[in-house]
């Protein structure tokens, strides 16, 4: 497996509450990406990251930001959770262009 | 709007039948086509193509891409009740950086 960890693995909160989920790479890859996974829409680019400092919108990026201050970590925040958050987030890495992603094990995030 | 299509959406069928799933793609600047293979937690890397026509194998698995017609195939021959699974196709598409769009994916059931 790939060098991926997020953290937690597991987390109920309440709307309106601030989250941060974490993703630690040892892979020392230079693209990291966040995904949500819901039925019915598959996996859905919300933010990604090129490089240390540097990041972009995806298609879902509404109430969150990341930040990347170092290559190996990046941090998403869903800055006011809502219900309509709750899903699986995917931490994903790439070495370059036309390399795989390699997945984190996800973390499932519940918003009561 | 970059998007990636999978068909069927599900699939039964009974340990030792060929099966073939089917991803069909409209992405600016296509790289490459990636297959993955996802049970109960992260989706696992199978195959990338980055050329049209050329056929990529792995055992029981192969895939092969038509840059011209925008699809791709991905044949299992020989089904076991272990490929029961969710397949997802995603296109790497180049804009300020990598970035991956995936399909909802087909839900594969090997029964005995």
């Known amino acids: 497996d790939a060098g991926i960890t997020q953290s937690p693995r597991h987390k109920v909160t309440e709307t309106g509450t601030p989250v941060t989920l974490r993703c630690h790479q040892t892979e020392n890859h230079r693209y990291m990406y966040w995904y949500r996974q819901d039925p019915g829409h598959g996996l859905r680019l919300i933010h990604y990251s090129y490089g240390v400092k540097d990041t972009d919108k995806g298609e879902v990026s509404d109430g969150y930001s990341v930040s990347r201050s170092k290559t190996e970590d990046f941090l998403l925040t869903l800055e006011s959770a809502t219900s309509s958050q709750t899903s699986v987030y995917f931490c994903?890495?790439?070495?370059?262009?036309?390399?795989?992603?390699?997945f984190g094990n996800g973390t499932r995030l519940t918003v009561t | 709007e970059d998007k990636v299509v999978q068909s069927p959406l599900s699939l039964v069928v009974h340990e030792g039948d060929t099966v073939t799933l089917n991803c069909s793609y409209e992405?600016?600047?296509?790289?490459?086509l990636l297959w993955y293979k996802q049970e109960k937690k992260a989706p696992t890397f199978l195959f990338m193509l980055?050329?049209?026509?050329i056929e990529k194998k792995s055992g029981r698995l192969s895939s092969i891409l038509d840059k011209k017609e925008l699809f791709s195939i991905l044949n299992i021959t020989a089904t076991q009740t272990g490929d029961s699974a969710i397949y997802l196709c995603a296109v790497e598409g180049l804009n300020t950086g990598n970035q991956f769009y995936f399909g909802t994916g087909t839900s594969l059931t090997v029964i005995p």
């Open positions: 994903a890495i790439s070495s370059d262009y036309n390399s795989p992603l390699h």
């Open positions: 980055t050329s049209s026509g």
């Open positions: 992405v600016t600047n296509f790289r490459s």
